[in-house]
């Protein structure tokens, strides 16, 4: 259904109304941007809001179509849209003015083909119903603005004289061109009225000045005449296709602004994570294009409503009303200003939703009421709050799936775990139940020491099952953020006693050799945490290498801080990715009679990188493995 901004269009609408309820079928009032549209008043464009709103209430979809004809719009779109019937306002014009310049409902019938065009005539003593939301009374005249049309009689001045310079040079129909340039370049830049009027002044200057005999105004040659005649046509021709070039080129320029408004908030939300800012950003743009405050109300794990409680950006509504917009979330309807429900509020609540849930509320508080009620402006709106919702839904999905994969990995790491320590604890458990039934069933036929080494197999298994359960609950204690260093000054010398005490036991059948400098700075570290680090290697050097073994502890300085090194004589590394061996779980030698988790160069990685420190595991020249870190000194620590 197309209808016009004047008294008749109340009534088309109606008639479209009962088409579409005798049918059964849609009905969407269409809209052109034609100049005349374009060229609307204040007064204009709330009458043909008011129109728009009439037709929402009826239940109609509304489309605004650009084009340089109402018809060829209208066509298009019913070929488009497969449009069956198009309801209009039946012609006005009279048979001349008809027959010269056809109606858009006659032109729609000459070309209507697949669709039936149903025309509405005007009663005249038909007024508007009451309680329409259109008003038709006299529109105030719009404001001449004199400085424009100065500027055309001066543009008209100015192509005179590039005329009459041209004159000895140039025949007449080049000096016709130059004025029907003038007369385009002000249609372009000042309009129609001020483009009539300097066609008019140029064909005037061009009859004085160049038409014999000159400085007169009469024609002493007819085709002269006709030559006046057909300029005049063409300049006014011309200006009036230019100023509604002028006018398409701004509908299209504002179209084009709303389309890369609405593209630089998706981009920017788009390149944002997390619900909180995506609100900021989508604030930010909106109260920016629509000169409003604005706020995102997002729900609770209940469902209520909370505003913002971050810092609020420029133009927040900080004062949105949470009863209506708790409305709005539950009934997934809009309210306040410029809607059915609530229409009193001053604000705007839009929700924000997808297809299955409500995501929240959207408010906007105007500037200018007015402006808002433009089904245009609106619908503008609703394209911002999709792209908002689009937004909170991806942010929701991406944040399932970022908790899908923790999950997964902390059953991984469970499973993992479980498996690792009941593999790693059966051999010590074994050990312990055999020996403490060989104590329990025959303790007093053993003799001593029979009885004594089964006591140490027990102690010694029962240790070996405690340092594995204590480090998983280091490495859980780093992992999680819980270990707090406490750095004091310490000597390299005394860490490496220290851990060397701690794992005595287990390298006494491998000899230790130490390198260090006289002039290595004092350590700034955690010393019981290095001392662990140090007794891990240590362990490692002790279960990966024969009996016999050298473990050659040396030191130097580097940079900022001290390079450690230590070097095994054992079979070295397994072939493969190095960095691997640091991982949770990973060892070695998978299987066999190495007791362990896995977890001892995991705990070093750990610990160094919480020094600022680097690890690696590299091999050693000459055969064997090595373990290289790095631990800052005092100077570098203040």
């Given amino acids: 259904m197309a209808v016009g901004v ?23 009032l269409v809209s052109v941007e034609t100049p005349d549209l374009i060229k609307l008043s204040a007064v204009g464009r709330n009458r043909w809001a008011g129109l728009q709103r009439l037709a929402a209430s009826l239940g109609a979809q509304t489309v605004t179509l650009d084009g340089p004809s109402v018809s060829e719009a209208l066509f298009e779109y019913a070929r488009t849209s497969e449009a069956t019937h198009i309801v209009i306002g039946a012609p006005k014009r009279q048979r001349l003015l008809g ?72 025949a007449l129909a080049n000096i016709i061109m130059a004025y029907l340039l003038g007369s385009a370049l002000v249609g372009i830049k000042f309009g129609r009225g001020p483009a009539v009027l300097a066609s008019l002044a140029n064909v005037v200057a061009f009859l004085v000045y160049f038409v014999p005999p000159r400085f007169s105004l009469s024609i002493a040659d007819l085709q002269y005449l006709v030559t006046f005649i057909v300029m005049l046509i063409v300049a006014v021709t011309m200006a009036n296709l230019m100023a509604s070039v002028r006018q398409q080129i701004r509908a299209a320029g504002a179209r084009e602004r709303r389309t890369a408004l ?24 909106i109260a920016d294009v629509f000169h409003c405050k604005a706020t995102v109300l997002m729900p609770d794990g209940a469902g209520n409503l909370q505003r913002p409680k971050e810092a609020p950006v420029e133009n927040s509504f900080l004062d949105a009303d949470l009863s209506i917009a708790q409305w709005v979330f539950e009934q997934g309807k809009r309210a306040g200003l410029a809607s059915d429900n609530m229409p009193t509020a001053p604000a705007m609540y839009v929700p924000l939703k997808d297809e299955h849930r409500r995501l929240g509320v959207l408010a906007i508080l105007p500037s200018n009421h007015r402006r808002m009620l433009i089904p245009d402006q609106y ?27 923790v999950a997964a990995e902390t059953e991984s790491l469970r499973n993992t775990l479980l498996a690792s320590i009941s593999h790693d604890l059966r051999t010590p458990l074994a050990a312990i139940a055999g020996a403490g039934s060989a104590l329990a069933e025959r303790g007093p036929e053993l003799d001593d020491e029979m009885r004594t080494s089964l006591a140490r197999s027990i102690a010694a298994k029962a240790v070996e099952m405690s340092e594995i359960v204590s480090n998983v609950l280091d490495l859980m204690r780093f992992e999680s953020g819980q270990m707090t260093l406490r750095r004091d000054g310490h000597s390299l010398d005394d860490l490496i006693g220290a851990a060397l005490g701690r794992v005595e036991e287990r390298l006494r059948d491998h000899p230790v050799r130490i390198d260090i400098p006289n002039e290595l700075p004092v350590l700034s570290v955690d010393g019981s945490l290095i001392v662990q680090a140090l007794a891990n290697i240590f362990d490692n050097a002790a279960k990966y290498t024969p009996n016999g073994a050298l473990v050659h502890v040396h030191a130097r300085v580097e940079g900022a801080g001290v390079e450690v090194i230590i070097d095994d004589q054992g079979p070295g590394f397994p072939v493969g990715d190095r960095d691997r061996l640091f991982n949770k779980f990973q060892r070695g030698k998978d299987e066999g009679s190495v007791a362990g988790a896995g977890l001892g160069l995991a705990i070093c990685r750990a610990i160094i990188h919480a020094h600022a420190g680097e690890i690696r595991a590299l091999d050693r020249p000459g055969g064997g493995a090595r373990i290289e870190f790095f631990l800052p000194s005092i100077e570098s620590a203040s």
């Fill in 379 to 405: 619908r503008f709106l609703e394209a911002f709050a999709e792209q908002l919702s689009l937004a909170v839904e991806r942010a929701g999905l991406s944040a399932a799936a970022e908790a899908g994969r």
């Fill in 262 to 285: 609405l593209y630089a908030m998706s981009r920017d939300l788009s390149a944002t994570r997390g619900v909180a800012n995506m609100a900021r950003v989508a604030v930010r743009h």
């Fill in 6 to 28: 004047d008294a008749n269009a109340e009534r088309v609408m109606q008639a479209g109304k009962r088409f579409a309820d005798a049918l059964a079928a849609p009905w969407t």
């Fill in 99 to 170: 027959w010269l310049r056809p109606s858009p409902p006659t032109q729609l019938v000459r070309r209507a083909h697949g669709f039936d065009v149903i025309a509405v005539s005007a009663t005249p003593d038909e007024g508007v119903a009451a309680g329409a939301d259109v008003s038709f009374g006299p529109e105030p005249p719009a404001k001449i603005q004199w400085h424009r049309y100065t500027w055309a009689m001066l543009a008209s001045a100015v192509t005179t004289a590039i005329a009459y310079a041209m004159d000895p040079y140039f």
